[in-house]
């Protein structure tokens, strides 16, 4: 071990040099916005860590407890022990929690580069220290006002001595040493108490409002008398005019020593609020799961033909979200949680054409051939990783524009981690148990403090992303009852006990009411980093085993009922559901679906090329119950009149054998738009368009069919539209993704070699000049080629500069092995490597010193 390594390090690049690597490691690992790029050295990694944007996002991911700890060392003195950070953390009393909790928390602030120095010098990296401290423009979380040192230095020499001398102390030569005095009597608890005991009563109650911030308060040209008391003394400080300061030193006396009001070393626990039978559960979120798949179904067999139209800024219309909510029978803020979560699958897009609309994608027509669970795992795999945010829907971004349904802003890149974090969170409570959501919310707030309500009264995002969470959760079968479901813990990638064990007596359903036992942990567990794609296909492969047969199968019959009705008492087979919606109009959905038979309904099914035989022998194969006559006798009737009547384009014509038929037509008032004029005995022509013509005379109650110039009855059928094919919309990342283990370990590798190439001692150059810094190496193309043949033959190591192809510039530290043809082959310590170098590339060369 070399010397520097058993001394104290005296910068963070030190400090990082005599970690080993499995401790940076951890670091890279929790910050990896520092290896992009990778650092060349250990020096580069430091500074980058010191960087105000790195320094802030770690921050932002620390939990309350280490940045309440930051914040304490924020305001102790430069370096601080750890018994000092000891007093600041748990006060006088010495709290046992907190001093219990205090190692874990200063090791991930170690750990993260935040803290460096063994425990008698402890130094918070100076950017962090600039972010925490407190200052009149951003005050400290800690309530705590500057030094006395900060806050006299801009004050008279002679009124520093008067302070002095009304405290009771001797006076000094100098405005340091009587600065220092002043600091060290506040720090005296004894004589401290002994000052406050002469304290006017009104003085007191000042410093009682004062002692746990803000520091600052305001004070007249000429303050009262108890205010000037403790003027005098220097227990309050001006720092402008009218404005005084209470010193760091006289608050943390008066709080008994604790920087902080409330320590928090302990996380709030996740309360259950009610416990159900782990079976009803996974039912639950079946039932909801499967109802999830068929409003998906709805959703895009509604836009099959054509969806709503793109909004010139993107997105839907306030209108048309409102018209899909209808059609779905539900509520415009879940209406739109399926459209977003129909695009984040890449099950719809705009299709891109003149006049741009929403349409289903090629996707969704091999989504729609899986089996139902695979598609409802695919669903559920989607909804965990998106960052699309559809509880945003319906608010205004930072230039106070509306959010709409499909359209930009609503990337939140925080969602993904806050979906995973409160499904583990659930994960943790015992099956079958739903939790109370306020805990939920309590906990999220106590491991991410710094993502918390930027104006005041304004809930966090992370909150607003946790509620939805909740109801997304549920609403997709995730979660049943509130409780996570056995299909959602193995989404999760959590341990789902055997379905085959028996549940425990106390799993039982209770009432809301029913508190389950509360375990506390004195160590807050490790928050658990999302599964790999790797790892997340295996656990949506175990989600789908389990969720299958919870689904129910679908059927092939429905029960028709006399009051034209159909009752479909489960989910039916695709085509039997596909043909009886052209024959029958959806009136009420829920555990049965009903369908009403209608003439329009019945007509549309004729319309699409079906007969009278056709629809009868259909109802007589699937139906469980006789064909009721009066359903009989509709479909007969209707059948009758369909196509009595012939509609073509003249621009449009009528035809119809029955001339008494055409007579009444023209006679009726209500065919005064249509504009009819006869032709003929069995003709009847208008300037109105063929579908305009249809949709009048059917308006009338006729049946007319629509036919083509050879006088054959045209087939009507839905014409299905699908975009291009689309790719699914990548989530928007919270940063660099975490490294795997390959890039880590080759990450530490290249920066201890370009650490070794900067740090190792090396000769001077053959001119006598030793490079300084990170200059690189100048030599002659002869030296530099006799140095390397030399190194050859002795086995040694040299130092070189090397441009790349790229004109990169970079040190290197290599041992050569051959040279010949204007290469030399060497093992490169900083690729750790062999490789082989063009000679006219290297800037130059330094042999290592003997050392």
């Not at 008398?225 to 608050?251: F, I, M, N, Q």
């Not at 509604?302 to 899909?324: F, I, M, N, Q």
């Not at 999220?444 to 509620?467: I, K, M, V, Y």
């Not at 249509?674 to 003709?683: D, G, I, Q, S």
Request: net charge negative; charged share 20%; proline share 9%.
């Amino acid at each position: 071990m070399s010397p520097e390594a058993n001394s104290a390090p005296r910068s963070l690049a030190e400090a990082l040099r005599a970690r080993d690597d499995a401790s940076l490691a951890v670091l890279l690992r929790s910050r990896p916005d520092l290896i992009t790029p990778v650092p060349t050295d250990l020096t580069q990694l430091a500074t980058r860590a010191g960087t105000r944007a790195s320094v802030l996002r770690a921050l932002e991911r620390l939990d309350r407890f280490a940045l309440q700890t930051a914040e304490a060392l924020a305001v102790a003195p430069d370096p601080a022990s750890y018994a000092t950070l000891l007093g600041l953390m748990a006060g006088d009393a010495r709290a046992e929690t907190v001093a219990d909790a205090l190692p874990r928390a200063l090791g991930t602030l170690r750990e993260q580069a935040l803290v460096w120095g063994d425990d008698e010098r402890l130094r918070l990296v100076r950017t962090a220290r600039e972010l925490l401290a407190p200052s009149p423009q951003h005050p400290s979380p800690t309530g705590l006002g500057p030094t006395v040192q900060e806050a006299t230095s801009g004050m008279s020499p002679g009124r520093i001595q008067e302070i002095v001398t009304t405290a009771g102390l001797p006076s000094t030569h100098d405005s340091v040493s009587a600065v220092a005095a002043l600091t060290t009597l506040f720090g005296d608890r004894k004589k401290m108490a002994r000052l406050l005991e002469g304290a006017p009563e009104p003085a007191r109650e000042v410093l009682s409002r004062l002692v746990w911030g803000p520091p600052y308060g305001q004070v007249t040209a000429d303050p009262a008398a108890h205010l000037r008391w403790l003027l005098d003394r220097g227990l309050l400080l001006p720092t402008a005019p009218g404005t005084v300061v209470l010193p760091r030193e006289v608050a943390l006396h008066l709080r008994e020593g604790s920087a902080h009001r409330a320590p928090e070393p302990l996380p709030p626990v996740v309360e259950p609020a009610a416990r159900h039978d782990p079976q009803v559960v996974d039912a639950t979120a079946a039932g909801q799961a499967y109802t999830a798949l068929a409003t998906v179904e709805e959703l895009l067999k509604e836009w099959d033909e054509g969806g709503p139209a793109v909004l010139r800024a993107g997105g839907l219309s306030v209108r048309d979200l409102k018209r899909t909510a209808v059609a779905l029978d539900v509520s415009e803020p879940v209406a739109a949680f399926w459209i977003e979560l129909a695009y984040a699958a890449g099950l719809v897009a705009s299709d891109g054409e003149a006049d741009e609309r929403y349409a289903p994608t090629p996707a969704y027509d091999e989504w729609l051939e899986r089996p139902p669970a695979e598609r409802w795992a695919r669903l559920a795999e989607t909804w965990l990783g998106a960052t699309r945010t559809p509880g945003l829907v319906g608010g205004r971004d930072a230039k106070d524009r509306t959010l709409s349904a499909l359209g930009p802003g609503l990337d939140r890149s925080a969602a993904p981690e806050v979906r995973h974090r409160v499904l583990t969170l659930l994960a943790g409570l015992p099956e079958g148990a739903a939790p109370d959501t306020e805990s939920v919310l309590a906990r999220l707030r106590w491991e991410r403090p710094l993502r918390g309500p930027q104006r005041e009264g304004e809930e966090d995002l992370r909150s607003r992303l946790a509620r939805w969470v909740v109801a997304e959760a549920e609403q997709l079968g995730v979660t049943g009852r509130g409780a996570l479901s056995a299909h959602g813990r193995a989404l999760l990638g959590a341990p789902v006990s055997s379905p085959s064990a028996e549940p425990a007596a106390a799993a039982e359903p209770s009432g809301p009411g029913d508190k389950l036992p509360v375990h506390h942990h004195h160590r807050p567990a490790a928050v658990p980093a999302p599964l790999s794609p790797a790892e997340q296909a295996v656990a949506t492969a175990a989600a789908t085993r389990l969720l299958a047969p919870l689904l129910p199968a679908p059927l092939d019959h429905v029960l028709l009922q006399a009051d034209l009705t159909a009752v479909a008492p489960g989910p039916l087979e695709r085509p039997l559901a596909a043909t009886l919606g052209v024959l029958a109009d959806v009136e009420s959905k829920g555990g049965a679906t009903v369908y009403r038979f209608t003439p329009a309904s019945v007509r549309r099914a004729l319309d699409a090329g079906r007969t009278a035989a056709d629809l009868h022998a259909f109802l007589a194969q699937h139906s469980r119950t006789p064909v009721p006559q009066p359903l009989a006798y509709l479909i007969d009737d209707v059948a009758r009149k369909h196509g009595h009547l012939r509609v073509g384009a003249a621009s449009a014509y009528v035809r119809c054998d029955d001339d008494a038929l055409l007579n009444e037509i023209l006679a009726d008032k209500r065919a005064a738009a249509l504009r009819l004029r006869r032709l003929a005995p069995t003709v009847l022509a208008t300037q109105a368009d063929p579908a305009a013509l249809l949709e009048g005379l059917r308006a009338m109650g006729y049946a007319p069919a629509a036919e083509s110039a050879e006088g054959d009855v045209l087939i009507t059928r839905a014409h299905a539209h699908r975009t291009p094919p689309r790719t699914a919309p990548e989530p928007v990342p919270d940063g660099p993704p975490p490294p795997d283990g390959t890039l880590l370990a080759a990450a530490i590798r290249a920066i201890r070699a370009g650490d070794l190439a900067a740090t190792t001692p090396r000769k001077a150059t053959g001119a006598g000049v030793l490079p300084a810094g990170d200059e690189l190496p100048r030599t002659s193309s002869a030296e530099t080629l006799a140095t390397m043949q030399a190194a050859v033959l002795t086995g040694g190591s040299l130092w070189i500069g090397y441009v790349n192809a790229e004109g990169a510039a970079s040190q290197r530290v290599i041992a050569p092995v051959r040279v010949e043809g204007g290469f030399v082959t060497a093992y490169d310590h900083t690729a750790d490597e062999v490789r082989t170098f063009p000679l006219h590339r290297i800037t130059g060369v330094a042999e290592l010193a003997d050392d």
